[in-house]
Structure formats: C-alpha cells, structure tokens
Nanobody, 119 residues
Framework: QVQLVESGGGLVQAGEPLRLSCAASGRTGSIRLMGWFRQAPGKEREFVAAINWSGEYTLYADSVKGRFTISRDNAKNAVYLQMNGLKPEDTAVYHC????????????WGQGTQVTVSS
C-alpha cells in the first residue's frame, strides 16, 4: 500500500503563489498516475491536476490551466503542485491521490492540506 502526506498549505493573499508537496511512501513502485484534488466547504470534490509517474503527461482542470503546474520528483517519491495567481475561489482542502485507473479508480489518499486565499 502507498501512504501519502501533503504539506505546504496556508493562508495567502490573492495573486500570491503557493507550492504544495505530496510525499509518497510504501509501495511506490506500483504508482502509475498521481493527482491533486480539492474540496471547498459545501462543494463536491473536484479534480485539479494529474501527472503520470514518469512525468511525460499532465492534465489540468480548466479552472487552473495556465496558473497551476503539477510536477514530480521520482528520486524523492514526491509530487508537487505549484499554484500561481491564486484566487479566493481556489480556497479548499487539497488532497493528493494515487489514481490506479483514470478517471476514478483511486488507491491511497492523503489527509489533505488547507489552502486559503484572501481577497
């Protein structure tokens, strides 16, 4: 099994950047695809970005395209989400997840990290 731990969340002002990290441990050799998801209060969880473990392919939600960048460091077993140009509507708990089969066959999830963007 894979264990995932997110970090890097916080309170920022609109327009400021933030970088989230997701550290993977355990059976990381089985990972093929990783994703970031977010859930705001009172809203359903939504997809943010995904990357295959070798880093060749990325996918973004339209709402973050051009502002967020997903990347990975296989040597560190980590996935990152660089968030630029943050907006108040980006406020949510961000989770990383192992995606066993696109789009909704998931493996492990992290506990989440809060991102709050003030206007």
């Amino acid at each position: 099994q894979v264990q995932l731990v997110e970090s890097g969340g916080g309170l920022v002002q609109a327009g400021e950047p933030l970088r989230l990290s997701c550290a993977a441990s355990g059976r990381t050799g089985s990972i093929r695809l990783m994703g970031w998801f977010r859930q705001a209060p009172g809203k359903e969880r939504e997809f943010v970005a995904a990357i295959n473990w070798s880093g060749e392919y990325t996918l973004y939600a339209d709402s973050v395209k051009g502002r967020f960048t997903i990347s990975r460091d296989n040597a560190k077993n980590a996935v990152y989400l660089q968030m630029n140009g943050l907006k108040p509507e980006d406020t949510a708990v961000y989770h990383c997840a192992e995606i066993k089969r696109w789009p909704d066959d998931f493996g492990s999830w992290g506990q989440g990290t809060q991102v709050t963007v003030s206007s």
